[in-house]
């Protein structure tokens, strides 16, 4: 065989023996994102398109292993001599990415530096008074985050609005005023329409309140156009008996992170919880002389009792002796990463369950496979056994049956009980005078 042949066959095995060792890095590096640091598999995979970058460029200059020189090198081929402030989004993403990788080859672990804490502007002036006043007003009645930075969005173009118009006092604005600001501010395309309906509602609240208060002599919430938004209700994701138990079953419980993730779901599925009461479950929640789980619902505030089964209490039992980092925490589910705190976010349980269902391998095609998609297939199955509304109301915590009413619409098999038997029609009655073929 001739040298060079040889020499080139040589060059290639090592080089993908290198590739392989490379490609182990980026496995674990992604492994430690989800596990350690929970982050989301969209997340994951933009990092992982940015390490496969790298190997690319590896393989193109004959570079066999992989260390921080060879993390400076490419940073330094593909940004020259521009600093990180200077970079665009896409490219300080790819700037992490090194970053992350170089730690993980280095140290077996990634730091991320804390998130900065979200400071929300100051409303100044007569009206921004007024509008702090509303908005923790909206707080004491547990506004979701989400919700609070849509009013504070909202409100502060109010506010800057005013501004602009030199309107400093709420005594100076009135309907006209309040009608112009919207047709200013009135979305050009059709995509924003869901903005518009939130800053309406978010205007028509602070209306109101300004009204109640008596800070307003009339009430312009009421004055104050609706804006419908139509869309076509969504079926709710089920899953079947079968496809439930396949997902717990395969959840591997011999690693402290298998064990949490089990209890997660468990508590999903079997007793419908929603993500954001997983995340918040804490030590004093369970009862475990009455085999009970007592919670107020972080969504309604409305306080909850539900059995603690056996599965789930052995779960937990599991996971508190043998998968959960020792800890001072009150919360039971903690992250895996020491020294373990509780979750930042639901978010977090989300991404348990939906990475539980695509390692099942349960068909998700155009299904939700969150854990509320678990919560609304423990109401189809207890609709399946005829359970009454007010039981069912009971154990999702609804306040009223007409919110568990909407599970009715999946109930396919009960509305065909409904369907009325068509009475047989005399054959003279389409003859007689009168009728559609009567030609007397």
């Known amino acids: 065989m001739p040298i060079k042949k040889l020499f080139t066959i040589k060059f290639i095995g090592t080089m993908d023996k290198q590739i392989k060792n490379f490609n182990e890095l980026i496995i674990g590096a992604a492994d430690y994102l989800e596990l350690q640091l929970n982050y989301s598999l969209q997340t994951i995979r933009s990092y992982r398109r940015c390490w496969k970058s790298v190997r690319d460029f590896m393989y193109s ?76 007003k909206k707080i004491e009645k547990r506004l979701s985050k989400c919700s609070f930075h849509s009013y504070h969005r909202n409100l502060s173009k109010f506010l800057e609005y005013c501004n602009q118009k030199r309107v400093t006092t709420i005594n100076e604005i009135d309907l006209t005023f309040i009608l112009r600001f919207i047709n200013e501010v009135s979305p050009k395309k059709e995509s924003n329409s869901t903005m518009m309906g939130l800053l309406l509602t978010s205007l028509r609240g602070f209306m109101k309140y300004l009204f109640e208060e008596k800070y307003l002599t009339m009430d312009y919430s009421q004055k104050i156009p609706k804006y419908k938004l139509i869309r076509q209700p969504k079926l709710p994701s089920t899953y079947t008996k079968e496809e439930i138990e396949q997902l717990i079953a395969s959840v591997d419980r011999s690693t402290p992170i298998g064990k949490r993730n089990y209890v997660i779901i468990l508590l999903a599925a079997r007793l419908g919880l929603r993500a954001s009461d997983i995340c918040n479950l804490k030590f004093n929640n369970l009862f475990w002389d009455t085999s009970t789980i007592k919670i107020k619902q972080h969504k309604t505030g409305k306080e909850i009792e539900l059995p603690m089964l056996a599965d789930i209490g052995n779960a937990i039992i599991d996971y508190l002796r043998y998968g959960r980092i020792k800890s001072d925490e009150p919360h039971v589910l903690l992250t895996a990463k020491p020294p373990g705190r509780s979750f930042p976010t639901s978010n977090v349980v989300t991404h348990v369950v939906q990475r539980a269902f695509k390692k099942a391998g349960i068909d998700i095609n155009n299904r939700r496979f969150g854990p509320h998609s678990l919560r609304h297939s423990l109401g189809f199955r207890m609709l399946e056994k005829n359970t009454v509304l007010p039981i069912i109301s009971e154990v999702l915590g609804h306040d009223t049956t007409e919110s568990t009413k909407y599970y009715l619409r999946i109930d396919l098999e009960a509305m065909k009980q409904c369907i009325l038997d068509v009475p047989p029609v005399a054959a003279g009655f389409y003859m007689q005078k009168g009728g559609a073929f009567y030609y007397g």
């Open 61 to 136: 200059k004959g570079i066999k292993r992989y260390d921080s020189e060879v993390g400076k090198l490419i940073l330094l081929e593909k940004f020259k001599n521009r600093t990180v402030k200077e970079l665009s989004a896409n490219e300080k993403h790819f700037f992490n990415s090194i970053q992350m990788l170089t730690d993980f080859q280095e140290k077996g672990c990634i730091n991320v530096p804390a998130l900065p804490v979200k400071e929300w502007g100051v409303f100044n002036g007569p009206i921004g008074i007024l509008i702090t006043e509303f908005l923790d």
